[in-house]
Antibody, heavy 123, light 107 residues
């Protein structure tokens, strides 16, 4: 069974740092690209970052570029999001999501999601 | 960036109703459009990918259509477990933008 378990959230002061983790199991982690998606309280979904299976390609939303760093350790089946210079507007539930490319298609989807971890940025 | 606009933002419907949610892209995304369902306190769940392909395990009362810039998600006969928020997402280009969501509530 595919499982993604998000962890590492908590309360942090503005300007602080936090590192989120996503532990994967039930599939060959090293062959899938992964994403981070966040959701501010009462708001919609916002894509944050993408990392390819080999870490050769990484993308960020403009809202986090230069402050957040996505990485992965395929030996540990883990995805990470290092968040620095945190702002109040970064307060959200953060989800990791597996990226799947259906057979014969050029499109991708987020087919499995973690349960989310809450990050609160407040003094 | 490609902007995704859903309508309506919310709707009230009864069990058994046919419900349609629309999603418009700010530029053509061919058929690179996905739909997700999210219930309160839970992670989103994939329903439809590539505009009209039903994800495995998703009930057949859900269907998707459209291409280019205009898309729709239809629930043919609303069930109690379908009351949730629905999001479209374009998978044509990074950033991988979502619509703002449509909340389906009980009338």
């Amino acid at each position: 069974e595919v499982q993604l378990v998000d962890s590492g959230g908590g309360l942090v002061q503005p300007g602080g740092s936090l590192r989120l983790s996503c532990a994967a199991s039930g599939f060959t982690f090293s062959t899938y690209s992964m994403n981070w998606v966040r959701q501010a309280p009462g708001k919609g979904l916002e894509w944050v970052s993408y990392i390819s299976d080999s870490s050769s390609t990484i993308y960020y939303a403009d809202s986090v570029k230069g402050r957040f760093t996505t990485s992965r350790d395929n030996a540990k089946n883990s995805l990470y999001l290092q968040m620095n210079s945190l702002r109040a507007e970064d307060t959200a539930v953060y989800y990791c999501a597996r990226e799947w490319v259906p057979a014969g298609m050029k499109s991708f989807v987020f087919d499995y999601w973690g349960q989310g971890t809450l990050v609160t940025v407040s003094s | 960036d490609i902007q995704m606009t859903q309508s309506p933002s919310s709707l009230s419907a009864s069990v058994g109703d046919r419900v349609t949610i629309t999603c418009r892209a700010s530029q053509s995304i061919t058929s690179f459009l996905n739909w997700y369902q999210q219930k309160p306190g839970k992670a989103p769940k994939l329903l439809i990918y590539a505009a009209s392909s039903l994800q495995s395990g998703v009930p057949s009362r859900f269907s998707g259509s459209g291409s280019g810039t205009d898309f729709s998600l239809t629930i043919s006969s609303l069930q109690p477990e379908d009351f949730a928020t629905y999001y479209c997402q374009q998978s044509y280009r990074t950033p991988r933008t979502f619509g703002q969501g449509t909340k389906v509530e009980i009338k």
